[in-house]
Every structure is written in C-alpha cells, then in structure tokens.
C-alpha cells in the first residue's frame, strides 16, 4: 500500500471505532472490548506511521541528494568563472559543459528545476522543489 491507501485505512478504522462505540447500548466498555475495538486501529496507525517514517526519509535523502547536486554546481560555476575570467549570473549548463567544468547534467530527485538568482552581487542558486543554497 502506499502513503494515501494507508492514510485512508487509517482514517477508516478511526470511523468505523468510533461508529462501533456509538452503536452500543451500555456506556462502559470492558478491557477486552476496548481492546477488540481499537486493535484494527491500531494496527492501522503502527502501519500509517511507519510509512510516514518512509516518506520523510524519502524526502529527507532528496533534499541532501539535491542539495550535493547544486554543491556540485556551485564548484562548476566557481571553475567556469575562474576559467573565462565572467562571472556566471545565469546558469546556463551548456555553456558550463562547453567549459568541461560538468561532465553529467545536475538533476533534482525530485524534478525539481536548477536555477541562479543574481541579486544584489550574489548569486543564490536555487531549486525549485527544495530551496536555496546561498554563495
């Protein structure tokens, strides 16, 4: 199952003890009922936060995977300036594999697009899914 099929499950069993309770006639639940009544919600929510543990490593490794990707370019950009003697405002992959300063084109894990926002003097190189790196 994925994140939103084990989300919904979750959500599911959450209705479905809380309908269960209301349709009793007494008021107190006895230990084993409480358990017997709860126990597929908890089993729901132990597999909802394990998947959500996942996810954000997921998201985690590919903000770090990006991150290294614009570090990457940031060196190549720094290797661009440093070899035409212009400083790079602009990023422009072409032009830095024409340098020989990449070999491969940087990708975001997560298809995020690469970018240099000049401003100001400095050049801040961003990502469009995960943020900035400031040089």
Same mark, same amino acid.
């Given at each position: ?27 107190? $639940? ?10 597929? $919600? ?9 998947? $959500? ?24 950009? $720094? ?26 084109? &940087?990708?975001? &894990? ?26």
């Amino acid at each position: 199952m994925n994140f939103k099929e084990k989300y919904d499950r979750y959500q599911a069993e959450y209705l479905k003890m809380v309908r269960r309770i209301n349709e009793r006639d007494q008021k107190l $639940l006895t230990a084993s009922e409480a358990a017997d009544i709860t126990s597929a $919600l908890q089993a729901a929510k132990a597999e909802y936060e394990d998947v $959500l543990r996942k996810y954000e490593k997921d998201e985690m490794n590919a903000r770090l995977k990006c991150f290294s990707e614009m570090k990457d370019m940031i060196r190549a950009v $720094l290797y661009y300036d440093k070899k035409t003697g212009a400083k790079m405002t602009r990023l422009n992959l072409r032009k830095l594999k024409a340098a020989g300063a990449i070999v491969k084109t &940087p990708t975001c &894990p997560k298809d995020g697009r690469y970018s240099i926002i000049y401003k100001d003097g400095s050049r801040i190189f961003n990502c469009s899914v995960h943020g900035v790196l400031r040089y």
